[in-house]
């Protein structure tokens, strides 16, 4: 969801947060990320070797908080092809490839949260792409 509020919405999230809770009946997991934070990301994405490729699938994983543990880079599944190539700040950049029998891709979030030891949501490069450009009109 896109959210629209003052700079400074620390108070706003909290407010979200525990109506949210009230809702689920559980404490959520919110990833939080400005349009400042998102045009970083954008920015500094670590993807140019990649992006032509059509085979291959790029997403942001973002995370609940910093991983307290960094696990040695390029992480890699091979049951599910993917690939952690860099941890920075409260994102994990992914590259995910075709398996070997099929046409599916292998899904980000379960090894993610499994290597950096934090919840994390994962979004498509193209996806991220389109909300940062969106908030700059």
Avoid: H, Q
């Avoid at 092809?81 to 899904?107: N, T, W």
């Amino acid at each position: 969801m896109l959210f629209e509020g003052p700079a400074r919405s620390s108070a706003l999230f909290g407010k979200i947060r525990v109506r949210l809770e009230r809702l689920l009946g559980a404490e959520p997991v919110i990833m939080f990320r400005s349009a400042a934070e998102l045009r970083a990301i954008v920015t500094g994405a670590p993807f140019k070797r990649y992006a032509a490729n059509r085979a291959i699938k790029i997403y942001v994983a973002f995370l609940a908080k910093r991983p307290a543990k960094r696990p040695r880079l390029p992480a890699r599944s091979s049951k599910d092809r993917l690939e952690i190539i860099v941890v920075r700040g409260r994102e994990a950049f992914v590259v995910s490839r075709r398996k070997p029998r099929g046409l599916f891709y292998g899904i980000p979030n379960p090894f993610i949260e499994a290597v950096l030891g934090v919840p994390a949501t994962c979004r498509n490069w193209s996806t991220v792409t389109k909300v940062a450009a969106l908030l700059e009109e």
